[in-house]
């Protein structure tokens, strides 16, 4: 155990666990508790794009922005979501405020 926080990478999330144990505590154990953080990220994969580059033309970023967002709807959906447009963000792209 260290006192500084760890090294963490984008997209990673440090958990701080506090846990205090009473004295009258250690003896045979009558409670036990399983902890399971998982990943909400798992089955989620929007690694669809292969940069060869160090800039996309903007033509290339409405391609990828429409595909992740069809992949978006189809993971919503498969997991039963209902999915649907936002009908005053579709009047503000046509230009009616």
């Known amino acids: 155990m260290t006192k500084t926080l760890p090294v963490i990478s984008r997209g990673e999330i440090p958990v701080k666990l506090e846990l205090t ?3 009258s505590a250690f003896r045979e154990p009558v409670i036990t508790k399983e902890v399971v953080i998982s990943d909400w990220r798992d089955g989620i994969d929007l690694a669809d794009v292969e940069f060869r580059s160090h800039f996309i033309t903007p033509d290339e970023a409405e391609q990828i922005k429409r595909s992740r967002l069809e ?3 189809e993971i919503l959906r498969a997991n039963g979501y209902a999915v ?3 009908e005053e963000v579709e009047d503000d792209k ?4």
């Open 84 to 86: 649907q447009k936002d």
């Open 94 to 97: 046509a230009g009616g405020n």
């Open 71 to 73: 992949k978006m709807q």
């Open 21 to 23: 144990v009473e004295e």
